[in-house]
Structure formats: structure tokens, C-alpha cells
């Protein structure tokens, strides 16, 4: 180390050949031949050439990395200004949006305000027409409720007048049963005194006109047609009973009734005249007899 420190100023020498500096500095090791400086020289040329290749190597590649900076500079610079749009558009997009919310918030408030008002409507309509459903049910029930209390009252009126005509009619039919048991009966009297006369007038019609043929009486006559009468009057008077409502009926049944009692007392009179005349025309030819043939008259009057 101290040959090197001694040398050192020699080997910077630029004017010296480097045989003649390599020259100076042969030592002699164990029979080899060694040639510091030169081996050092060689060696730092070498890497000096592999330094300068390397420097060169990374000056292309720092011309490479500034070329690809200044690309990424201006791919940045582009990125930037995409960016600076896409964030003016997101700005924008932003506003669009609050705006559109706000408008669509305005509109959902005034649908809603316009929804209320016509509920509010709609409701305040459906009430005012329910009131009005409910007072015109109200009218027609209390309506119904009077010509139902009407027809009631007018139903028990026609119940109270039928049960008042039945009654009548009870009594009338009561009246004409007795009426008639007491026609009958005066028929019957009126036939069996009849009865009692007719052996004398057939007796006297056989010795005034032998050929004459026996017929009914006038009394029996006019008994028969008062019966038919009044049977075809009664009938008449159910087929129209059968046909007409109750109160006409009970009205028309107690009218034909009454012409019926009115038929039939005629009819009975007409029977007692008829009788009476016959008992007296029956009784002049006997006055004009014999005494003998009364005699006979009595004996065929007895029982």
C-alpha cells in the first residue's frame, strides 16, 4: 500500500506510455510476471466501456422514460381534462336531477293537493247524497208507513162492515127461515084445507063436466111458480155471489133476499086468495046441491 501511495502520482501522468508505466511496475512473485497498473488500466477501461454502454443504455432508456412521461403526462393531462368534462357532466347530471326531483316533488305535491281537494269532494258528494238517500227512504217509508196504516185502517173498516153485513145476513136469513117456516106452514094450511075442499069439488067438476080432466089448482099453480121463482133467484144469486167481491156479494144477496121474502109473502097471499076463492066458488054450487050430496060431501070429509 505504501508503493501505491508512492506510485500514485506517477500513474496520473498523462504524458508517459502505458508500456512504459506498466514497464516500472513488473514485480516478479514466485517466478510470475505481474503487471498491476496495466491489469488495473484494462480493468478500468473495461468497466469505464461497460459504464459508458450503461450510461448510454440508461440514457436511451431515461430519452425512453421521459418519452413515455411525457406521454403519460399528456394521457394525464387528457385524463384530466375527461375528468374535468365527466365532472362538469356529473354537475350537470346533478342539477338535471335535483331539478327533476324538485319538479317531481312539486308535481307529487300538487297531485296530492288536487287527490285531497277531490276526496274531500268525492266525500263531501257521497255524504250529501246519503243524506239525500236517507231522507227520500225516510219520505217513502213514512209514506208507506201511512198508506200501510190507510189500508189497515181501511181493511179493519171493511172487516168491521163484513162482520156487520154477516151478522145481517145472519139475521135476514134467520128472518127468512122463520118467514119461510111461516109460509110454509101457511101453505101447508092452505093445501090441507085445499085438501079438505077438493074431495067436494071433485065431486061437483064430476057431476057439472063428467070429461074434464084433473089439473092443479090455482093456489097450486101460483105455490109452484113462487117455488120456481125463487129457486132461479137463488141460484142467480149464488152465480153472482160466486162472482163479485164480498161486500157486493153480502150487499146483493141481502137485496135478493129481501125480493125473495117480498116473492114469496106475494106468492103465499096470492095462494090464500087463490084458496079463498076456490073455498067460495067451491061452496056456491053446494049451496045450489042437494042435501044429499052435502051429506055425502061431509062423509067423505071425515078421516
Not at 336531477?97 to 266525500?123: M, P
Amino acid at each position: 500500500m505504501s508503493e501505491r501511495s508512492t506510485t500514485s502520482p506517477t500513474m496520473t501522468s498523462a504524458s508517459m506510455d502505458p508500456l512504459e508505466r506498466g514497464a516500472r511496475f513488473r514485480r516478479k512473485l514466485r517466478g510470475y510476471d505481474i503487471n498491476l497498473v496495466d491489469d488495473a488500466l484494462l480493468r478500468s477501461e473495461a468497466r469505464i466501456t461497460d459504464l459508458e454502454a450503461h450510461v448510454e443504455t440508461l440514457h436511451e432508456d431515461l430519452q425512453h422514460a421521459q418519452h413515455e412521461t411525457s406521454e403519460t403526462r399528456h394521457d394525464l393531462t387528457r385524463a384530466r381534462a375527461e375528468l374535468r368534462y365527466w365532472n362538469d357532466r356529473a354537475t350537470y347530471v346533478d342539477s338535471e336531477v335535483t331539478r327533476a326531483r324538485r319538479v317531481a316533488a312539486d308535481l307529487e305535491q300538487t297531485a296530492r293537493d288536487r287527490a285531497d281537494t277531490i276526496e274531500a269532494d268525492a266525500q263531501h258528494r257521497s255524504l250529501q247524497l246519503v243524506d239525500r238517500v236517507c231522507a227520500e227512504a225516510n219520505t217513502i217509508l213514512q209514506s208507506a208507513r201511512e198508506e200501510a196504516r190507510d189500508m189497515f185502517l181501511r181493511f179493519e173498516t171493511d172487516v168491521d162492515i163484513s162482520q156487520q153485513k154477516l151478522e145481517k145476513l145472519d139475521t135476514v136469513r134467520h128472518e127468512i127461515a122463520r118467514t119461510m117456516q111461516h109460509a110454509l106452514q101457511q101453505f101447508e094450511d092452505a093445501v090441507r084445507e085445499m085438501d079438505k075442499v077438493a074431495p067436494v069439488k071433485r065431486i061437483v067438476e064430476a057431476l057439472e063436466q063428467p070429461t074434464r080432466r084433473p089439473v092443479p089448482t090455482f093456489g097450486q099453480q101460483k105455490a109452484l111458480e113462487a117455488a120456481h121463482r125463487f129457486s132461479a133467484e137463488v141460484a142467480a144469486s149464488v152465480v153472482s155471489a160466486l162472482s163479485t167481491p164480498l161486500t157486493e156479494t153480502l150487499t146483493a144477496s141481502i137485496e135478493d133476499l129481501d125480493g125473495a121474502i117480498h116473492h114469496l109473502t106475494d106468492a103465499v097471499d096470492e095462494a090464500a086468495g087463490a084458496t079463498a076463492a076456490a073455498n067460495a066458488s067451491a061452496a056456491t054450487p053446494l049451496k045450489k046441491s042437494h042435501d044429499a050430496d052435502e051429506e055425502f060431501a061431509a062423509l067423505l070429509m071425515q078421516p
